[in-house]
């Protein structure tokens, strides 16, 4: 996908047969310059570089569809065979590691001044980096992730597509397995390496806590000289996320407690009493509604006023994550202040009062029907789920005021290993203390789930998200709220859309 055109080119292509290496073929070396990258011919943009990527599907098989589209340059591997219709080649050994030397020279070519974020976690690391987005658009020209672009492509991409003027650059890095993330943060040679959370997720590939602990600290391995870690300093996993930071960046800690230990250069937020001798942020008197939340931050000597229209405590802790990466970020840097300003967090807290994720699949709020037919609520969090964000899913779902029926439709939580059906389980506790009325479930783990469930919650069970659709759908009536949340993998999108399109006439409400 392009990005916007701004007045100077992305790349020139001397810049791009110095960054890459490679050698071009063919089509018109006076092209205009390129002003975006695109590895999907859907979204390609006139004047664009088209990356051949081969993923799940061999970009090399769209080039000269892309051509087609407008393409200025194609980037391929050495042995493609050009055909008549394409234009200008670059060719290289490999495109993915051309892309990430473009990635570093991307990165390398940004002013002293600019200031660059990396973001991990194990849940909030995507709404993290959009209130980051959000928050620095105030004091500069931004520029951040797209989607969750965070894997060992998405991440080289978004550098390579980083504007040369860019003020500050939020970069999310995700992964699955030990040892993805170190290549990664160094690439990005962040300023601020921030971890939202270490939280019970991709099992599958990990031991336990402690090695998905380890596994994020590796963000903290590309920090600049003088970077600064960000971390939370609350949860099960706190003191040893601590610990490593601490070991990583070559800092001294008191083996007791580590946060007795604090400096300049590791920053956490915690829902804890904070402790204003160390760079900590505290959050207090959290007020929640399903319209959004309040909270008050604890920064230093000062309160300040933490206002969001995202319900949920994680989004409270998502914000906190957030401003503390500002705080950091900003360190040194000369910004003018509007008038009237005292702290530029608070200019940063303005930004936040607004912010909304819309994407879908991530807690997208829609009313569907009509009053002939009947309405409902659909809350869509179909793009991702572990046992953290279902219990947050929960309590949104809770927050909905009144008589109205709250419905749970989930499907398979992925990637937890030997504990998936323990975990899927134990999520009954979560729907008996949040209220939720029905749960509609599918999947061989959510079978746990709904075994364990009182026999009033039980809605209905299938296999699938195509067989659950006909039972869900003759259960509806008329105000419900239905929350749908799963692993992108089970297949729960399916469902939303089905809500949205196919949705039948409801009858009479009831809590029953």
Same mark, same amino acid.
């Given at each position: 996908?392009s990005q916007?055109?701004d007045?100077?080119?992305l790349w020139?292509?001397?810049?791009?047969?110095?960054?890459t290496g490679?050698?071009?073929e063919g089509?018109d070396?006076?092209?205009w310059?390129?002003?975006?990258?695109?590895?999907?011919?859907?979204?390609l943009?006139?004047?664009?570089?088209?990356?051949a990527?081969?993923?799940v599907?061999d970009?090399?098989?769209f080039?000269?569809?892309?051509?087609?589209k407008?393409?200025?340059?194609?980037?391929?591997?050495s042995?493609?065979e050009?055909?008549?219709?394409?234009?200008?080649?670059?060719?290289?050994?490999?495109p993915?590691?051309?892309l990430?030397?473009?990635?570093v020279?991307?990165?390398?070519?940004?002013?002293?001044?600019?200031r660059?974020?990396?973001?991990?976690g194990?849940?909030?690391k995507?709404?993290?980096?959009?209130?980051?987005?959000?928050c620095f658009?105030?004091?500069?020209?931004?520029?951040?992730?797209e989607?969750s672009?965070?894997?060992?492509?998405g991440?080289?991409?978004?550098l390579?597509?980083?504007p040369r003027d860019?003020?500050?650059a939020?970069?999310?890095?995700?992964?699955?397995?030990?040892g993805?993330?170190?290549?990664?943060?160094k690439?990005?040679s962040p300023?601020?390496?921030l971890?939202?959370?270490?939280l019970?997720?991709?099992?599958?590939?990990?031991?336990?806590?402690?090695?998905?602990?380890?596994?994020?600290?590796?963000?903290?391995?590309?920090l600049?000289?003088?970077?600064?870690a960000?971390?939370?300093?609350?949860?099960?996993?706190?003191?040893f996320l601590?610990v490593?930071?601490h070991?990583?960046?070559g800092?001294?800690?008191?083996?007791?407690?580590?946060?007795?230990?604090?400096?300049?250069?590791?920053?956490?937020?915690?829902?804890?009493?904070?402790?204003?001798?160390?760079?900590c942020?505290?959050?207090e008197k959290?007020?929640?509604?399903?319209k959004?939340?309040?909270?008050?931050?604890?920064?230093g000597?000062?309160?300040?006023?933490l206002?969001?229209?995202?319900p949920g405590t994680h989004?409270?802790?998502n914000?906190?994550?957030?401003?503390t990466?500002?705080?950091c970020?900003l360190?040194?840097?000369?910004?003018p202040l509007?008038?009237?300003?005292a702290?530029?967090v608070?200019?940063?807290?303005r930004a936040l009062?607004t912010?909304?994720? !819309?994407?879908?699949g991530?807690?997208?709020v829609? *009313?569907?029907? #009509?009053?002939?037919? +009947?309405? /409902?609520t659909l809350?869509? @969090?179909?793009?991702?789920?572990?046992p953290?964000?279902?219990?947050?899913?929960?309590?949104?779902?809770?927050?909905?005021?009144g008589?109205r029926?709250?419905?749970a !439709?989930?499907g398979?939580?992925?990637?937890l290993? *030997?504990t998936? #059906?323990?975990?899927h +389980?134990? /999520?009954?506790?979560?729907? @008996?203390?949040?209220?939720?009325?029905k749960?509609?479930a599918?999947?061989?783990h959510?079978?746990?789930l709904?075994?364990?469930?009182?026999?009033?919650?039980r809605?209905?069970y299938?296999?699938?998200a195509?067989?659950l659709?006909?039972?869900l759908f003759?259960?509806?009536k008329?105000?419900?709220?239905?929350?749908?949340?799963?692993s992108n993998?089970s297949?729960m999108?399916?469902l939303?859309e089905?809500?949205k399109?196919?949705?039948?006439?409801l009858?009479d409400?009831?809590?029953?």
């Amino acid at each position: 996908m392009s990005q916007s055109v701004d007045q100077q080119p992305l790349w020139t292509l001397d810049e791009l047969a110095h960054a890459t290496g490679g050698a071009f073929e063919g089509g018109d070396e006076d092209a205009w310059p390129l002003m975006g990258i695109s590895i999907d011919t859907r979204t390609l943009t006139k004047g664009d570089l088209f990356v051949a990527l081969q993923d799940v599907r061999d970009g090399h098989d769209f080039v000269t569809q892309a051509f087609g589209k407008g393409a200025a340059v194609a980037l391929v591997k050495s042995d493609y065979e050009k055909h008549a219709d394409d234009g200008l080649l670059l060719r290289v050994d490999d495109p993915l590691q051309a892309l990430e030397k473009m990635a570093v020279a991307a990165r390398q070519r940004l002013t002293c001044r600019a200031r660059v974020m990396a973001v991990t976690g194990s849940a909030g690391k995507t709404t993290t980096k959009e209130m980051l987005r959000v928050c620095f658009m105030s004091f500069g020209k931004t520029h951040a992730s797209e989607k969750s672009y965070n894997n060992h492509w998405g991440v080289p991409l978004t550098l390579a597509r980083m504007p040369r003027d860019t003020d500050f650059a939020v970069i999310e890095i995700g992964m699955n397995h030990p040892g993805e993330i170190r290549p990664l943060t160094k690439m990005a040679s962040p300023h601020v390496a921030l971890v939202t959370s270490v939280l019970p997720v991709h099992l599958e590939h990990f031991s336990g806590l402690e090695e998905i602990a380890q596994a994020k600290a590796e963000i903290f391995e590309g920090l600049q000289p003088d970077g600064i870690a960000v971390i939370p300093a609350f949860g099960e996993m706190a003191d040893f996320l601590g610990v490593l930071a601490h070991e990583t960046l070559g800092l001294p800690y008191n083996s007791e407690h580590v946060f007795q230990s604090g400096h300049e250069r590791i920053a956490c937020f915690t829902l804890e009493d904070n402790d204003p001798e160390r760079w900590c942020l505290g959050v207090e008197k959290i007020e929640l509604s399903a319209k959004g939340s309040i909270a008050t931050l604890i920064y230093g000597q000062d309160e300040l006023d933490l206002e969001l229209v995202l319900p949920g405590t994680h989004n409270v802790m998502n914000a906190a994550a957030c401003i503390t990466a500002v705080s950091c970020a900003l360190v040194g840097l000369d910004i003018p202040l509007e008038k009237g300003d005292a702290y530029l967090v608070e200019q940063a807290l303005r930004a936040l009062k607004t912010f909304q994720l !819309v994407t879908q699949g991530r807690g997208q709020v829609l *009313e569907l029907g #009509d009053d002939r037919a +009947g309405k /409902l609520t659909l809350i869509d @969090e179909s793009y991702n789920a572990n046992p953290a964000s279902m219990s947050a899913a929960f309590e949104n779902l809770s927050l909905y005021p009144g008589n109205r029926r709250k419905l749970a !439709v989930l499907g398979d939580m992925l990637e937890l290993g *030997e504990t998936a #059906d323990e975990l899927h +389980g134990a /999520l009954a506790i979560e729907i @008996e203390r949040t209220g939720i009325d029905k749960v509609f479930a599918c999947g061989p783990h959510m079978k746990a789930l709904f075994t364990a469930l009182n026999d009033e919650k039980r809605g209905a069970y299938a296999a699938n998200a195509d067989e659950l659709k006909g039972e869900l759908f003759a259960a509806l009536k008329n105000d419900d709220i239905i929350m749908v949340k799963g692993s992108n993998g089970s297949r729960m999108a399916t469902l939303v859309e089905a809500l949205k399109v196919d949705l039948p006439p409801l009858r009479d409400g009831g809590n029953n």
